[in-house]
Every structure is written in structure tokens, then in C-alpha cells.
T-cell receptor, first 116, second 111 residues
């Protein structure tokens, strides 16, 4: 149990285009999901907290108009990187908090984004 | 003071030995604590959760929590080369309503 999927696993896009990443909790409901970014050999960096039915909460320094988050159901959150630039190339990882447990949070497999 | 402190390592142990990973945290309100394992190039995987003072065992893993000392640890018995990874300590921050991740300890188990 406690499986989180993420799609796509890898994406290459041209500078200036937008990319959408999907995060799904497959066997549990998740009112709250999180989006992280990780650069090589660096720590996880929380970008935003996604809440079902309400606006996402962004961490300081993260542009909400560039990283659009939608949490339309209890099992799906999406992150759209708009007008991508090469510096947005990174490993994007979502996680979902299981509503049925004490704050246990499960991670998706991640999406490796390369902007050319 | 960092919210979560871990020795970055690498912590090198021989195969079959006990690996001891330590973590201190600053938020006294934290009530839930988690250990994640992250292999290079992969996403983190939840391996242990602990909520009460004392020890919690699960297979080769034992988590230890001391809230008075704001200290949590993870012991890995009979370490295997496949345990080589970065281990992330993550208290649940009651004030922030989210996990606070340490920078992780890189464990290297030598065959």
C-alpha cells in the first residue's frame, strides 16, 4: 500500500514552453500533497504545499505564477512549470500525506525535467 | 541553529556491522518523527516512523526517540551493501504543519 505515482518520469522541453507533472496517490486519499525540487547532490527543497479544494501555499522565493499547482481531487495534484528555462532543469518530486495516518508522507518516484 | 541537524557523513561501516544514524531537532512541539532512505538519483522512501519516547523496531531497523533531548536515531543491524544510501531525518513540525527534512547522512556499507 501507500503508493504514489508521478508522470512523466522524464521530460525534455524547449525553453519557453510549459510542462505539466501529475502526482497521484493510488491507494489512499491525500488532502495534502507537497512538491519538492532537488538539484544534484543537494537537499530536498520544498516548493509548495498543495491542498485539495484550495489554493496552494508556496515557500518563500518560489514564484507562484511560474509553478502552477492544482489539487482537484483527493488523489491528484498537478504542477505546471510555465515558460520553462534551463535553470528550471531539476528533479521534481511530489509527496502525499495519507489522511488515514499520523502525518505519514509518501513520495512519488520523481520527474526529471531537462529544459534545452 | 538548523531546524534539523544530521552529520552529512559519509558514515562508512563494514558489512554485517551496526550503523548508527543520529539526528537532533529544534522544534519542541514536534510529535511525529520519520526516517527516509534515498538512493542516489531516486526519490525518498519512508522506512520508519516513531511517535513515542523509546525504541521502535522493524526488522533490521530500530528507531529511538528522546523528546527531552530532542534527539532521534536510527540503528541498522547487519548492514548490507544495499543499505548504502542517504538517510533523511524528518520531524513533523507542529507549528508549520509539514515535515522538516535534515540534509541527510550518507551511509556507505563496505562489502
Amino acid at each position: 500500500g501507500a503508493v504514489v505515482s508521478q508522470h512523466p518520469s522524464r521530460v525534455i522541453c524547449k525553453s519557453g514552453t510549459s510542462v505539466k507533472i501529475e502526482c497521484r496517490s493510488l491507494d489512499f486519499q491525500a488532502t495534502t500533497m507537497f512538491w519538492y525540487r532537488q538539484f544534484p547532490k543537494q537537499s530536498l527543497m520544498l516548493m509548495a504545499t498543495s491542498n485539495e479544494g484550495s489554493k496552494a501555499t508556496y515557500e518563500q522565493g518560489v514564484e507562484k505564477d511560474k509553478f502552477l499547482i492544482n489539487h482537484a481531487s483527493l488523489t491528484l495534484s498537478t504542477l505546471t512549470v510555465t515558460s520553462a528555462h534551463p535553470e528550471d532543469s531539476s528533479f521534481y518530486i511530489c509527496s502525499a500525506r495519507d489522511d488515514g495516518t499520523s502525518y505519514e508522507q509518501y513520495f512519488g518516484p520523481g520527474t526529471r525535467l531537462t529544459v534545452t | 541553529q538548523k531546524e534539523v541537524e544530521q552529520n552529512s557523513g559519509p558514515l562508512s561501516v563494514p558489512e554485517g556491522a551496526i550503523a548508527s544514524l543520529n539526528c537532533t531537532y529544534s522544534d519542541r512541539v514536534s510529535q511525529s518523527f520519520f526516517w527516509y532512505r534515498q538512493y542516489s538519483g531516486k526519490s525518498p522512501e519512508l522506512i520508519m516512523s516513531i511517535y513515542s519516547n523509546g525504541d521502535k523496531e522493524d526488522g533490521r531497523f530500530t528507531a529511538q526517540l528522546n523528546k527531552a533531548s530532542q534527539y532521534v536515531s536510527l540503528l541498522i543491524r547487519d548492514s548490507q551493501p544495499s543499505d548504502s544510501a542517504t538517510y533523511l531525518c524528518a520531524p513533523y513540525g507542529g507549528a508549520t504543519n509539514k515535515l522538516i527534512f535534515g540534509t541527510g547522512t550518507l551511509l556507505a556499507v563496505q562489502p
